[in-house]
């Protein structure tokens, strides 16, 4: 629960419940590009036939890639200001992801995190942030996590 004490009488840069989100798509090139960029070799990402032949309608993109997309919307979204415009950056501390079914080539994919804890952390000089999320395709389940960030101003910098 965010809360301001003597200690730390800054307002949170983070608010329990913001939610953000973004849509994404992956073409048959950029799951193969992404594979070959992360030496993912399996046929799954790369070969229509192997794909097919083992049951899936299109190629399937490696579950880093939408892993990753997902992971790097809470960078996005920290390094923008505070709805009261007070500047922040977000720093990833950790990130539970469970994959819950293949991400198709070509398929409209809706990615949504929202913030479900905010505590002041003194020593560290920021916000301890925990974010619930998901990747969907309509009503199908892609992905699944939980994320935690430190979000704290950025540092002044030293007079010159």
């Known amino acids: 629960m965010a809360r301001a004490t003597a200690t730390d009488p800054i307002r949170p840069l983070v608010a329990v419940g913001e939610t953000f989100s973004r849509r994404a798509q992956f073409s048959d090139d950029e799951i193969r590009a992404f594979a070959t960029s992360v030496d993912d070799h399996n046929p799954l990402h790369h070969d ?29 979204h920290f ?60 009503e199908r389940m892609l992905l699944e996590g939980t994320g935690t960030l430190l979000v704290r101003a950025p540092a002044k910098a030293p007079p010159r």
Request: positive net charge; without cysteine.
């Open 48 to 76: 229509l036939a192997a794909a097919r032949a083992a049951g899936y309608r299109a190629l399937i993109a490696s579950g880093t890639q939408l892993g990753s997309v997902f992971m790097a919307m809470t960078a996005t």
């Open 79 to 138: 390094a923008k200001p505070a709805a009261d415009g007070r500047a922040r950056l977000g720093l990833g501390l950790g990130f539970d992801i469970a994959f819950r079914g293949p991400v198709y080539a070509g398929e409209e994919i809706d990615l949504r995190w929202t913030v479900t804890a905010v505590e002041w952390k003194q020593s560290l000089a920021g916000w301890i942030t925990r974010l619930a999320g998901d990747a969907r395709a309509g």
